[in-house]
């Protein structure tokens, strides 16, 4: 969460001079500005995921020299899990905080003339990129783990779809079911990468040992 | 090292010593405002000095050196040993750390949003008597750091001061300095506080109520700081107390000099504990010589009834038949307990750490809070809670982990301070338009 923190930090930088740096009145050149922020972004955002990745990889190394049995008490599956979800829940907390905080207080949603369902989609999409940032936390590292560049650039690609289809809001059909259908593929994906299989789920829901 | 284990001697002063919560304090002295503020100048001036002197954990390099008469085999083994143990401890101190923090702001943050009272500014303290209210940005910028300088070396002296009586054995006297601190602070401010809130819920109390309740809550708290209590409740008082003081300054300190101030003292603390001839080093270096554990009253007694606080469960389960006060040193499972007493001093260490709680739980929430109390952020911009209270958390771990890998006395505030400070101003000024313009558009990154 912390490494999501400094790359939004970071990202928020570039975008502020080169808005400073730009003609303020120039809407189009606002927007492409805009866009081009939220690439870079989502760039920086899967570079610091990556440095995290060398980070753990470090500290895993030490935890395995230290221990007594030669395997750290914590795998990097498990790691590439709490990574995704540290992410997730700092870049959905930073989403939501604001809205939520608007939403106490008085007003109307979409008084002038935009979308009604705004709280509704926002959470919603927001719940699908925590999702989503758990999930390519798995694949990533796993990738990374693996040597496996095209799950590395997959998960890039993934993301920077996710990104951009938000763009196509107010019109939720063309953001929230692309969002969606691809946060079961990167699932399903990371559910078969981190060893289950189809058994295993029948197993699990049937209920048996 | 092996000192710091013998509770056997002198056991009646470190008893006392031990459960007490607060460091030393000065006498409250007049201010020119009104009498109110001298008390608060007195408490400010306490304040700073605990935090300046509670920020840091025992030098025990002495200890270390112990472990050299081993053979080299199994010292090895044994280090390795002690760097798991570290880790493993670390971790879980951290997180047992995390939780009066973030209680001790969530407090703060919820009694400024209520009570108007904590910020209208009446007046300042007389450690900061220059004013910030001048019409120039260079004027304000000049007068809060000369506010910081004088605040600073009233911290200093403190700190020599301290130094001093207990160099020359001056226990009684330092004794009385934190009763009398421990008693203002319950006392007096509890007063204000509850006054304030009553006003604010508009709920009438008649006096002896009143007094019943001050009397209790002041008496217990005394009872739980300077003796022995039940470990939530000690825990309950220091979050208590650390958010009042962290109130006092959010009403009585201006908001330019707070900041300079939180810079200011997260150096002056890297130096007093680092440099070899800093206050707070001598202090550990006395106590060390005299084969003492470190006067617990001063600095570490929050430290040594945190660690009772985070050593009951685990001697409770080892059946220890040690003292409740006793058990803190030895907070780490039995297995190591049998011959190593340097891994005890590790557990030691860093639960040693842990305890400049009530000073360091409110230079954060001090930190966390200025957004509130600043009048551009009514409207909603709360982004920068999350990000100052994660990089807050964050600078907390990484002290923890460098107390870990450097095994010597460090400075718990620099790094956290720098890390909030940082992300706040950058997160003000930075993100928020951006995350601004992206919620407008309702795009998601």
């Not at chain 1, 809407?27 to 500005?33: A, D, F, I």
């Not at chain 1, 829940?89 to 705004?118: C, E, K, R, W």
């Not at chain 2, 570490?300 to 050593?311: C, D, F, I, K, R």
Request: aromatic fraction near 12%; charged fraction near 15%.
């Amino acid at each position: 969460a912390f490494f999501w923190l400094v790359s939004l930090l970071l990202s928020s930088l570039i975008w502020f001079i080169a808005v400073k740096a730009s003609d303020p009145r120039d809407e189009r050149l606002q927007k492409g500005l805009l866009i081009f922020g939220v690439m870079f972004s989502v760039l920086l955002q899967e570079a610091f995921r990556f440095l995290y990745y060398k980070l753990l990889r470090k500290a895993i190394e030490g935890l395995v020299a230290l221990s007594e049995d030669g395997c750290s008490p914590i795998s990097i599956q498990q790691m590439a899990y709490v990574a995704g979800v540290g992410f997730g829940l700092m870049s959905g907390a930073f989403s939501m905080i604001n809205l939520l905080a608007d939403a106490l207080g008085p007003g109307t949603v979409g008084i002038h003339g935009d979308s009604q369902l705004y709280f509704l989609t926002s959470a919603f999409m927001t719940m699908v990129l925590i999702f989503l940032h758990t999930f390519w936390g798995i694949l990533f590292f796993h990738g990374c783990e693996h040597r496996r560049w095209w799950e590395i650039t997959a998960v890039v690609v993934m993301h920077l779809t996710v990104s951009g289809s938000s763009f196509c809001n107010p019109l939720y059909v063309g953001s929230l079911v692309p969002s969606y259908l691809l946060m079961a593929a990167a699932a399903a994906w990371a559910y078969l990468l981190s060893g289950g299989s189809a058994q295993n789920l029948r197993r699990f829901l049937l209920c048996k040992s | 090292m092996i000192t710091f284990m013998n509770n056997s001697d002198s056991e009646e002063e470190p008893c006392n010593e031990r459960t007490s919560l607060m460091s030393a304090e000065s006498p409250p002295v007049p201010s020119y405002q009104d009498g109110r503020q001298a008390s608060e100048a007195g408490e400010a001036q306490g304040h700073r000095k605990r935090r300046a002197g509670s920020s840091r954990s025992p030098n025990n390099i002495a200890s270390g050196e112990r472990s050299d008469s081993r053979v080299p085999v199994r010292e090895s083994t044994l280090e390795n040993e002690e760097e798991e143990l570290t880790l493993k401890y670390g971790a879980k101190h951290v997180i047992m750390l995390f939780v009066p923090v973030t209680l001790c702001m969530i407090v703060v943050v919820a009694t400024i949003k209520s009570v108007r009272f904590y910020t209208e500014k009446n007046g300042q303290l007389i450690y900061t008597p220059f004013s910030e209210d001048t019409p120039s940005v260079g004027q304000r910028l000049l007068n809060s750091v000369l506010n910081t300088i004088i605040m600073i070396s009233v911290i200093i002296v403190m700190t020599v001061f301290l130094v001093l009586l207990y160099k020359y054995r001056c226990y009684k006297f330092i004794h009385g300095w934190l009763i009398l601190s421990s008693l203002m602070l319950l006392f007096l401010f509890t007063y204000i506080y509850l006054g304030e809130v009553l006003k604010t819920y508009n709920v009438a109390m008649d006096y002896p109520t009143l007094f019943l309740v001050i009397w209790n809550f002041g008496a217990v708290g005394m009872i739980c700081i300077h003796w022995k209590g039940p470990l939530q409740l000690q825990q309950a008082y220091l979050i208590m107390i650390s958010a009042l003081m962290a109130l006092v300054f959010i009403k009585y300190l201006p908001e330019w000099s707070a900041w300079v101030i939180l810079g200011a003292i997260s150096i002056y603390d890297l130096m007093a504990v680092l440099c070899p001839k800093g206050p707070l080093r001598m202090l550990v270096e006395t106590a060390q010589e005299r084969n003492e554990p470190i006067f617990p009253a001063l600095i570490y007694s929050s430290a040594m009834m945190w660690t009772v606080g985070m050593a009951k469960p685990d001697t409770a389960a080892r059946g220890s038949s040690q003292q409740p006060w006793d058990a803190g040193l030895f907070a780490c499972p039995s297995s190591i307990q049998s011959t190593v007493p340097w891994k005890q001093w590790i557990c030691l260490r860093l639960q040693v750490n842990l305890g400049q709680a009530p000073v360091l739980y409110c230079a954060y929430s001090l930190l966390s809070v200025y957004w509130v109390v600043d009048d551009r952020y009514i409207s909603g911009h709360l982004t920068i809670f999350p990000c100052v209270f994660y990089s807050l958390l964050q600078g907390l771990c990484l002290t923890l982990l460098l107390l870990a890998v450097f095994k010597k006395a460090l400075p718990a505030l620099p790094i956290s301070i720098t890390f909030g400070l940082i992300f706040y101003f950058s997160t003000d000024n930075l993100v928020r338009p951006f995350m601004d313009t992206l919620a407008s558009h309702q795009l998601y990154i």
